[in-house]
Nanobody, 120 residues
Framework: QVQLVESGGGLVQAGGSLRLSCAAS????????MGWYRQAPGKQRELVAR???????LYTDSVKGRFTISRDNAKNTVYLQMNSLKPEDTAVYYC??????????????WGQGTQVTVSS
């Protein structure tokens, strides 16, 4: 089992920045990638960004150029730096951990979620 603890959400004005953190513990040898999902009210959960343990990353189109995912392998921690935030970025953000094989990332573990609210 892998446990994920998130922090860093909050309320920010449009154009502002936030950084989310997610610390993994437990059987981290069983995963090779971590990622961030988000879910806005009335919408499906979407994968925002993911990063492999080798540092390969991938973003959904709507956040490219604004969000940066990074990780500190020594601390088993992944970060999501969010800049130029827009009201449409408002959502609950979930950290995930799992396997990234080929073009497929499968999340096996989830954090509790952290609210990000961007006011206009």
């Amino acid at each position: 089992q892998v446990q994920l603890v998130e922090s860093g959400g909050g309320l920010v004005q449009a154009g502002g920045s936030l950084r989310l953190s997610c610390a993994a513990s437990g059987s981290t040898a069983s995963i090779n990638a971590m990622g961030w999902y988000r879910q806005a009210p009335g919408k499906q959960r979407e994968l925002v960004a993911r990063i492999s343990d080798g540092g390969t990353w991938l973003y959904t189109d709507s956040v490219k150029g604004r969000f940066t995912i990074s990780r500190d392998n020594a601390k088993n921690t992944v970060y999501l730096q969010m800049n130029s935030l827009k009201p449409e970025d408002t959502a609950v953000y979930y950290c995930s951990a799992g396997k990234w094989l080929g073009h497929v990332y499968k999340a096996d573990y989830w954090g509790q979620g952290t609210q990000v609210t961007v006011s206009s």
